[in-house]
């Protein structure tokens, strides 16, 4: 596990800046601790940071091939390469070491760009091609870790996290309000957008070539649904699915280093912790998160230590107060680089800096609601054809009957996704941060002009119209799994585990199972209104009744309790008028009336003020200090202490 970064002048042919290397090194040093490396090439200049997990001596990067004319960096961990170095060293190549690592030299020797097909595995890595003097960067299937790039003036520079990219004196951290208004909607900005202009995301399943020619981006990977296999027994599937599940338990353990889990209670992280137990010689070490006073409401603490009780595990617990979130807010959003509105990322956060205490690896069960219809929505969504027979004038009707009665935020939320006809309008409301119409309240005249020509449904529009899916449900499930999957909740694992140097794997994300669960009937995912049914029919066999038949939370955090309490003085203090209004992107009125009907108990905008705070922070972090960011991550943890 590392964090990578390069500079290829492809088109000016200066010498790479190695200084300016070194200054990206240093601000994900995060990422990896342990050791760090560097390989230039006249105009090319490639760099890593490395947390050690597999082959502790052996596995220094770069790793190059015989002779040195190919030559990788790699963040991630690629569980089947140990029959790939079989299948590598039958065909006569020599490899020097005992890590993940070096397959992929070899691997592209072989095979080219089609390398990335043989691998099984979370990645982000880099190819050097000296011979054609051309660059390779690749993203997983999925997007289990992450992968930025810019390129300008004939030069690109790529890296693990966009403040690596923002060392570069030609990069400029400029806000991208296409960015910020898909975030406003979404809660994350969708791939390849960044809040960022001019920085994207490689998406997931993609690769990325540059030489003199410039730089090409293609998709190596999607997911079908077309491959369902009907008529098998329930029994069958069932089956299939548990194997599967053993299957990728077992290949995400090859470790040299101690290792966890982290445990919510829930159904995914349990089934993992329990697959883990029959594994292991020794108990499980689980990591759990809770919150103080108030919010002990919200706890599932209950649940996660029936499963450590159950497993005997070796449990840890970490609580949450406002005051972790006055005081590691910031700190956790510089982290994630750019604003996700998930109230989940500070909980996130403590529990991995609970768990790097003890191990330098976790296992977590992310992922799990996507494969298997997990969500309140995908079971509501069975509900639109019957929407679409009510009068639109009806419909109006219930809105505004709705928008006076105080709280019920969720259920207010499904009404309004509920009453659009169209597909793509419909799947972007469904929980969204703001709506369309709470969003056209919030954003200034200003924002809304600059805003008026685009349209940012296309995001959608174009996932919906490649997938080939055609059953509402799995429509659904593959734009959930190509959006909201990588950028909010890979992302927020990814960046909060990596900030306290730990890694985070994710098997029920395993490219063979998450390829299993599109091919199943849309039935054996919902059934009537139950929610992953196959999942749970097969996790019986491991889990208590307690935890099977349990109602799905999601990852409830007691903001909105804290920011009419303890931290209400913290929301006012970052968004008072006389801020809203120099910032120049909201209203300001309407911000001060989101913040008094919270405050009153009228209404609960818990979420729509820690997204607002979330924007505020960053632009903070990233716009308005002087200071680079590897300076403001001493200035960060100094404040922390």
């Known amino acids: ?21 070194s200054d990206m090194l240093q601000v994900i040093h995060h990422r990896g601790p342990d050791d760090s490396g560097v390989h230039i090439d006249k105009d090319l200049a490639l760099g890593m940071r ?46 020097k070491t005992s890590s ?37 960067l690749a993203r997983d299937r999925l997007g289990i870790k992450p992968l930025y790039f810019t390129q300008a003036g004939g030069r ?11 060392q570069h004196p030609g990069v400029q951290a400029n806000l991208s309000l296409e960015g910020l208004n898909n975030f406003l909607s979404l809660k994350y900005v969708p791939s390849p957008q960044t809040m960022f202009e001019g920085i994207y995301a490689l998406p997931p399943g993609c690769c990325l070539t540059c030489d003199e020619n410039g730089v090409k981006v293609r998709r190596y990977w999607d997911l079908s649904f077309a491959n369902q296999c009907h008529g098998l027994r329930e029994e069958a599937y069932a089956e299939q699915l548990a194997e599967l599940l053993r299957e990728c338990v077992k290949l995400h353990l090859v470790s040299d280093v101690p290792f966890g889990a982290f445990l919510s209670g829930g159904l995914d992280s349990s089934t993992i912790v329990a697959l883990m137990s029959e594994f292991l010689s020794e108990p499980v070490k689980t990591y759990s998160v809770g919150f103080e006073g108030d919010g002990e409401v919200f706890s599932e603490l209950p649940y996660a230590r029936l499963v450590a009780k159950k497993f005997q595990t ?49 296992l977590t069960g992310e992922g799990g609601d996507e494969l298997f219809a997990g969500y309140a929505r995908y079971a509501g969504e069975r509900l639109s054809p019957l929407f679409r027979l009510v009068p639109e004038t009806a419909k109006s009707l219930a809105l505004a009957a709705s928008a006076r009665i105080p709280r019920l935020r969720r259920q207010k ?45 296309h995001v959608f529009a174009e ?25 909010d909740l890979l992302a927020r694992g990814d960046k909060t585990s990596m900030a306290t140097s730990l890694e985070a794997r994710v098997p029920l994300l395993d490219h063979k199972l998450v390829e299993f669960a599109a091919s199943l009937p849309q039935n054996l995912k919902v059934k009537g209104f139950a929610r992953k049914y196959l999942l749970k029919k ?64 009228f209404a609960d905008h818990g979420s729509l003020l820690y997204g607002l705070l979330s924007v505020e922070l960053w632009q903070r972090r990233f716009m308005d200090s002087r200071l680079r960011p590897e300076q403001q991550s001493s200035v960060l943890s100094a404040h922390a202490q």
């Open 1 to 21: 596990m590392c964090g990578i970064c390069g500079i290829y002048e492809f088109k000016t042919h200066r010498p790479a800046d190695q200084r300016v290397l």
């Open 50 to 95: 490395r947390l050690s997990i597999i082959d502790l001596g052996g596995g220094k990067q770069p790793i190059g091939n015989e002779d040195g004319s190919v030559v990788t960096v790699f963040n991630g961990e690629i569980y089947n390469f140990q029959s790939l170095r079989e299948e590598l060293q039958g065909r006569g190549h020599a490899l």
């Open 100 to 136: 993940d690592t070096e397959v992929i030299v070899h691997l592209y020797e072989d095979f080219g760009d089609e390398c990335v097909q043989h691998l099984r595995g979370m990645f982000g890595l880099a190819v050097w091609d000296a011979p054609r003097r051309r660059l390779f």
């Open 156 to 166: 690109l520079v790529f890296g693990s996290e966009i403040k690596a990219i923002l």
């Open 314 to 362: 070796d449990h840890h617990e970490v609580f949450i107060g406002p005051n972790h979130l006055i005081d590691l807010l910031e700190k956790v959003i510089w982290h994630l680089d750019q604003p996700i509105g998930d109230e989940a990322s500070l909980a996130n956060y403590m529990v991995a800096e609970l768990a790097s205490r003890d191990v330098k690896m976790v």
């Open 413 to 457: 939320l499904a009404l309004f996704a509920l009453c659009q006809s169209d597909e793509v309008t419909r799947f972007m409301n469904w929980f969204p941060l703001f709506n369309s119409d709470t969003k056209q309240a919030l954003l200034s005249r200003d924002v809304k002009e600059t805003l008026s020509g685009y349209d940012r449904s």
């Open 463 to 487: 996932h919906l119209a490649r997938t080939d899916a055609t059953e509402p449900l799995n429509r659904m499930l593959y734009v959930d799994t190509k959006l909201w999957l990588p950028d």
């Open 538 to 601: 097969v996790s019986q066999a491991w889990l208590p009744p307690e935890i099977i038949q349990r109602k799905k939370k999601g990852f409830p955090v007691p903001f909105t309790l804290w920011f009419r309490k303890e931290a209400r003085p913290f929301l006012r203090d970052a968004l008072p008028p006389s801020t809203v209004r120099r910032r120049g992107l909201f209203n300001p009125l309407f911000v001060e009336k989101l913040l008094g009907e919270h405050e009153s108990g």
